[in-house]
């Protein structure tokens, strides 16, 4: 047997035996030596073509021609360095952008929870008209539990802040009561000691605790003897148990440290309408979301009926736990990824038609080239070499890009919102996100080698000869390339459009009426539960010694404390009735507020009927409330509140109210809800342990607040102060605003490049155009147009364009806010100002790209234009 | 090839006949490629010109089919010289391709000699 591949020489060999063999024959037919020879050789045609397609055929010139172009490419890479530059930068931010959004996305939406089997997990609770998730009750829980048949098991968690008592003093922490088989539901254990046992949980269970990694490693030092040890929350001892792993994060309860089993309860908890408890379940196996769905709320009804709650609307509700931790950041993140998608697409775009514009200066070349033999298929290598090289590094820069990206988000989102999203840990450059980078990198190789490609394949080779860089040459480019820009135009709009909605958004939501005044005012948390002050006298002395003394500060005006500050959740819900009204269990859920006198005039909230509270309205007077103008509006349509008494439910303790003031709406609420209706009562008539000061300062509210501080630690040093912060950062640090901020700065920095590519590429395009007509120019000039005439034709071709993409940008840019309107607050998808303003932006850039090259036009002389050919 | 054009009765080959025509020309017995080129053409009454180039991939392509095999060895007036000869694969394929070219030029034939005048089709 033969090798398997014959050798180059092998071949040589065989073909020098045959013109032997022919001249031989030759001879014998009579022909001398030298004649012979010469025959045989031309009979035989071209040798070295024949050696050659022996050579390609040997596929080893695959690899031969691939080194070839990819030293031709660098060459030619090295040989333009603006263009190059610019190619890879452009395609760096196109690409870095789309992999860094891809991380987030990645991480939030794609990333399974990190609990067994997460997508079995399900957010078990009620529902109600106002929100599809409403918590439970204990009673109900319980039944809940021991009826369904959809749920290997279901627990309730919900969220309560300690003090920690440390040798530094009385620390606020925050634990989690959850039910016995909370972290089996999970699937998480221990990582160190146990889990709960089966009766700690029942009332009157013993005082455990099981810490979060981070208790145990900044409390305990990480030491194993952590198991066993005390610690003292709201001055009972609890005994450590166990220690979660490092890798638990649970978002809903944020950072909590202590988790306790729920086994002491208030009188309010043990109650069937008191809901403060979030469910979670496991499904069985084999039982979808919708017979679960259907069994619980079978279940809810069954119960409302046996037990006579008579509110017409609770419900139940079951959604997939992870729809809980991201449902919030996904319509943002996906139009993010969207943004940053077509930012890719308005980068790739332009270095295509870079690459077009130098392939078209290339014509000549490739002209030679193919006329020196090189076949249609190498010439076409080439470009995809140089397509490939490009995209190459243009990825490597974008995954650099990403990197930097995602590190500077990551930092943007502040701690306590971060907290919420454990996901974001995950953010980074790892397997998923270099795929999604290689996958990038691809698409765009393929398209920027498929760009000259598809023009080679519409041209003769020979012309690029024939007529060098002229006349019909420019044609095909300019079609090709005005095509490209008009894409590139309308995307940016798109951008800009979906930016400037995105930032009137912001702006609405920054500019809701607040109903107080957010400026120099200061706030801080205060906890007093661990001082002296037992009883409720004693309670009312502190509050009024905390005003005085905060109110005496220099550059204080006024201060008020109040059980929760505006602007944060309408949370601390109560629910009331009107005495004299027929009641039947309706939900008049309405925002609760326990303010002392001070606290309403300090916010500069409008009084529009009635008084404030005053210091006489304390615990031996008659209960008043001062209630907001939506409750007024809702609940006494057309009356006079004043004097109109609301019943509810305070402490345990059936409570009448009489109204005494009709405070304007002040926003207790996120800023993107309707504020509800709100009722004011009397700290000092219901006093609570835990409430938040406000501070009306003359000045920056800013430096103010380590003075409130250190007041309030020289007031009582056992009062536990945190969260001091502005009013204002309070407002900008809430999820809202911080969401709204995200979207709007990133989609505003997307659109902001998108609008540079796109005129970039319009003066490109003209420019190029102008290049290519200036003899066309000369010869106009020379017939006697005039210069303001040169001047239209150019404005004119770039018009058409500039106008092209602004409609079909204006138009797909309604299609694309009409689906991203969930982020959109206060404004509409067709808000003509928006739109008008991109229109009025995108016009101006274009004049200003499309001027340049217009006015190098109208300057040509003509002499010159003509001679120059 | 564009040099030979001025030989006018010559016919290019087929793509693909070249290879049946090298099947047959190996039946009668091992044979090197001038060899080869100059049989089609003698047998051919010398109207099929053999572009050489086109003869030796051929060749090459056959034998990676192992439709025939090759040695090198020594020609009657001792030249080195690389003999082909026809492998049982080759011999099966060589009947295979003959009746698939009766049936082709038996095809051919019907069609062609059906058309009365082939200007008609113009008009």
Redesign the interface.
């Known amino acids: 047997m ?1 090798k398997r591949k ?1 050798s180059t020489d092998d ?1 040589a ?3 020098k ?2 013109l ?3 001249a ?2 030759l001879k014998r037919e009579g022909l001398s030596e030298d004649e012979a020879r010469r025959k045989a050789r031309l ?4 040798v070295r ?2 050696h050659e ?2 050579y390609l ?1 040997n596929r080893v010139a695959g690899l031969d021609h691939l080194a070839q172009d990819m030293k031709f490419a660098i060459r030619q890479l090295v040989k333009n360095p603006g263009f190059s530059i610019t190619a890879i930068l452009v395609l760096a931010l196109g690409i870095g952008a789309c992999v860094a959004i891809f991380g987030f996305v990645d991480a939030a939406l794609l990333e399974p929870l990190p609990f067994a089997n997460p997508d079995r997990l399900m957010s078990v609770n009620e529902s109600s008209v106002e929100s599809p998730r409403w918590p439970l009750s204990y009673p109900d829980y319980l039944d809940w539990q021991r009826l369904n048949k959809s749920f290997t098991s279901l627990d309730v968690y919900g969220g309560r802040g300690y003090l920690l008592r440390t040798p530094s003093g009385a620390e606020p922490v925050h634990g989690e009561r959850v039910s016995g088989s909370f972290f089996q539901t999970l699937g998480v254990h221990p990582m160190l000691g146990r889990d709960f046992y089966p009766g700690e949980n029942r009332p009157g269970g013993p005082n455990v605790v099981i810490l979060s990694y981070g208790a145990w490693l900044n409390r305990f030092g990480a030491r194993d003897d952590a198991i066993g040890q005390t610690v003292d929350l709201d001055k009972e001892a609890y005994t450590v148990i166990g220690v979660l792993p490092r890798e638990f994060s649970f978002a809903p309860s944020g950072d909590a440290e202590f988790w306790v089993p729920l086994n002491n309860f208030s009188f309010h908890e043990k109650s069937r309408t008191f809901y403060n408890f979030w469910g979670i379940g496991r499904l069985h196996d084999g039982v979808t979301i919708q017979t679960a769905l259907a069994e619980m709320k079978a279940i809810a009804e069954q119960l409302k009926r046996q037990y006579g709650i008579t509110g017409p609307e609770l419900s139940a509700s079951v959604v997939p736990l992870s729809e809980i931790i991201v449902g919030d950041v996904r319509p943002i993140l996906l139009t993010l990824l969207g943004g940053a998608g077509l930012l890719l697409l308005i980068a790739c775009v332009n270095v295509g038609s870079l690459v077009l514009a130098r392939s078209e200066s290339r014509r000549r070349e490739i002209a030679v080239r193919g006329a020196l033999g090189a076949t249609r298929a190498r010439l076409m290598y080439q470009f995809v070499t140089e397509g490939l090289l490009l995209a190459g590094f243009g990825s490597l820069g974008g995954v650099m890009v990403a990197g930097v990206i995602m590190k500077f988000l990551g930092h943007l989102v502040p701690k306590d919102m971060a907290l919420n999203m454990p996901f974001l840990g995950g953010v980074g450059l790892n397997a998923h996100t270099g795929t999604f980078a290689a996958v990038m990198a691809l698409m765009v190789s393929l398209l920027l080698a498929a760009t000259p490609i598809w023009q080679l394949s519409f041209r003769e080779l020979r012309d690029g000869l024939a007529d060098g860089d002229r006349g019909a040459a420019g044609r095909l480019w300019r079609r090709l390339g005005a095509n490209l820009v008009v894409v590139e135009l309308a995307v940016a709009v798109v951008l800009l459009a979906g930016a400037g909605l995105l930032g009137k958004s912001l702006y609405r939501l920054l500019h809701v009426p607040l109903g107080f005044d957010p400026n120099h005012l200061a706030t801080a948390q205060v906890n007093t539960s661990g001082t002296v002050s037992k009883n409720d006298e004693q309670t009312v002395v502190l509050y009024r010694e905390i005003v005085r003394r905060v109110s005496r500060l220099p550059g204080v005006e006024s201060a008020g404390m109040t059980s929760m500050l505006p602007v944060q959740c309408n949370c601390a819900i109560d629910r009331i009735h009107f005495p004299g009204r027929p009641y039947h269990g309706q939900h008049n859920d309405v925002d609760e507020r326990h303010v002392s006198a001070e606290y309403l005039p300090t916010l500069k909230a409008r009084l529009l009927r009635g008084r404030f509270f005053t210091e006489a309205d304390n615990s031996s007077s008659p209960g008043v409330a001062v209630i907001n103008q939506a409750l007024a509006k809702k609940y006494f349509p057309g009356e006079d509140p004043i004097g109109r008494r609301i019943a509810n439910d305070e402490g345990g303790n059936p409570s009448i109210w009489e109204i005494v003031g009709v405070v304007d709406d002040v926003r207790e609420g996120p800023l993107d809800v309707e504020t509800w209706p709100a009722e004011y009562f009397p700290i000092n008539q219901t006093r609570e342990h835990y409430f938040s000061l406000a501070v009306r300062t003359g000045q920056d509210a800013g430096t103010l607040l380590p003075v409130v501080v250190n007041t309030l630690h020289q007031i009582d040093a056992e009062l536990s102060v945190s969260d001091e912060a502005t009013m204002n950062e309070k407002i900008d640090g809430t999820q809202t605003a911080l969401l709204h901020r995200f979207s709007a700065w990133l989609v505003g920095g997307f659109a902001a490049l998108a609008l540079i590519l796109g005129v970039v590429g319009l003066y490109g395009v003209i420019a190029y155009s102008v290049n290519q007509r200036t003899r066309e120019i000369g010869v106009r000039m020379a017939l006697g147009a005039q210069r303001s005439s040169v001047y239209r034709l150019i404005m004119r071709q770039a018009a058409w364009l500039a106008v092209a993409g602004l409609a079909i940008g204006l138009v797909c840019s309604v299609g694309t806010s009409v689906l991203t309107r969930k982020l959109l607050f206060g404004v509409q998808a067709w808000d003509g100002m928006t739109l008008g303003g991109v229109a009025v932006l995108l016009g101006l850039a274009s004049a200003v790209a499309s001027f340049l090259p217009a006015r190098r036009a109208a300057s040509v002389n003509p002499v010159e234009a003509l001679r120059a050919e | ?1 564009a ?2 054009k001025s030989v006018d009765d010559r016919i290019a080959l087929l793509q693909g006949t070249l290879d049946l025509l090298i099947l047959k020309t190996l039946v009668l017995g091992p044979c ?4 080869v ?2 049989l089609i053409q003698r047998r051919s009454e010398e109207v099929f010109f053999v ?3 086109s003869l ?2 051929a060749l ?1 392509r056959l034998e990676e089919k192992k439709w025939i095999s ?2 090198w060895g020594v ?1 009657e ?1 001792n ?4 003999f082909y000869s026809l492998t049982a694969k080759g011999r099966e394929q060589l009947v295979e391709k003959t009746s698939e070219w009766a049936r082709l030029t038996k095809a051919m034939g019907l069609i062609l000699s059906n058309q009365v005048d082939p200007s008609v089709e113009e008009a």
């Open positions: 033969f014959r071949f060999e065989e073909i035996a045959h032997e063999l022919e031989d024959e009979e035989f045609g071209n073509a024949a397609r022996f055929k | 090839m040099t030979q090197h490629g001038q060899g080129a100059r572009d050489h180039g030796y991939l090459q090759a040695k020609s007036n030249r080195k010289a690389r």
